[in-house]
Nanobody
Framework: QVQLVESGGGLAQPGGSLRLSCTAS????????MGWYRQAPGKERELVASATSGNIATYADSVKGRFTISREKGQNTVKNTVILEMNSLKDEDTAVYYC?????????WGQGTQVTVVY
């Protein structure tokens, strides 16, 4: 069974940093792409950043220059781990962040991890 397991998140002050990690299990087939979405209360889920296994990245305008996404190898040779480094956090970054991966035409989602930016 393919699963995306997230870690990281939590509380941070404005201007602070957090790191999210997501690792896929149950497959040796690479996800293309793999990335992060977020959903704030009362808002639709939106793409934050995504990256191919070759680390070609796409970012939402709201996070460009502050967030960095990267893909890494897990326990096998496949880059099925995705990292999101979040710097210069703002109040509006508060949301539930979901790992996402597209594999053989099917979308997979993590369970979500809360990021809260507050003084």
């Amino acid at each position: 069974q393919v699963q995306l397991v997230e870690s990281g998140g939590g509380l941070a002050q404005p201007g602070g940093s957090l790191r999210l990690s997501c690792t896929a299990s149950g497959t040796v087939v690479s996800f293309e792409p793999m990335g992060w979405y977020r959903q704030a209360p009362g808002k639709e889920r939106e793409l934050v950043a995504s990256a191919t296994s070759g680390n070609i990245a796409t970012y939402a305008d709201s996070v460009k220059g502050r967030f960095t996404i990267s893909r890494e190898k897990g326990q096998n040779t496949v880059k099925n781990t995705v990292i999101l480094e979040m710097n210069s956090l703002k109040d509006e970054d508060t949301a539930v962040y979901y790992c996402h991966g597209l594999r053989m035409g099917k979308a997979y989602w993590g369970q979500g991890t809360q990021v809260t930016v507050v003084y």
